[in-house]
């Protein structure tokens, strides 16, 4: 657990900014997610019974009231994730790349769907700064606030039992 909070500690340090840049356009809109079933086990590790693969997961974007499916092939990351594994905590963990595309009240909506699982919603309060970077200030997880960058020195990392 030790090692889990060092890494989050990392990772905040290189993803919460609170000050407007202004020697570059940055963008900050990962989540970070672990995906566990009732048991515990990482649904990530392709070890587990009845893990989650990467061919498992699509990602889209709410966009106009539409479910948009997330495809760049140009990217490193076409899916718009990423499945790491954590050598400091043994652990798998899914860097999704939130959508910045805002609603009205600056929430920008992503899903998650996975191969016979239940889908994940995240809504992202999104801050847009003057010189054109971003920033995910508030991650919301079945209409609950579960990271705010106010009070939340840690990265935006979620565990989400599935």
């Known amino acids: 657990m030790r ?18 840049n202004t020697d570059g356009i940055f963008v900050s809109m990962n989540v970070f997610l672990s995906l566990k079933n009732d048991s515990g086990a990482d649904l ?12 498992d997961i699509s990602v889209y974007y ?17 899916g718009g994730f990423a499945i790491e594994f954590d050598q400091s905590t043994g652990i798998y963990i899914l860097d999704l790349f939130t959508s910045d595309h805002t609603n009205n009240e600056s929430i920008a909506t992503t899903i998650v769907k996975m191969e016979g699982m239940d889908s994940i919603r995240l809504d992202c309060e999104v801050k847009k700064y003057s010189n054109g970077s971003m920033q995910a200030v508030k991650v ?23």
């Open 44 to 55: 990530l590790n392709p070890t587990t019974e009845n893990s989650i693969s990467a061919d």
């Open 3 to 20: 090692q889990l909070m060092i890494v989050l500690i990392i990772l905040s340090c290189l993803t919460g900014c609170k000050e407007e």
């Open 62 to 78: 709410l966009i106009d009231g539409d479910e948009v499916l997330f495809n760049e092939p140009q990217l490193d990351y076409p």
């Open 140 to 162: 919301y997880y079945k209409n609950d606030l579960v990271w705010d960058n106010d009070r939340d020195k840690s990265s935006r990392y979620l565990e989400i039992v599935l």
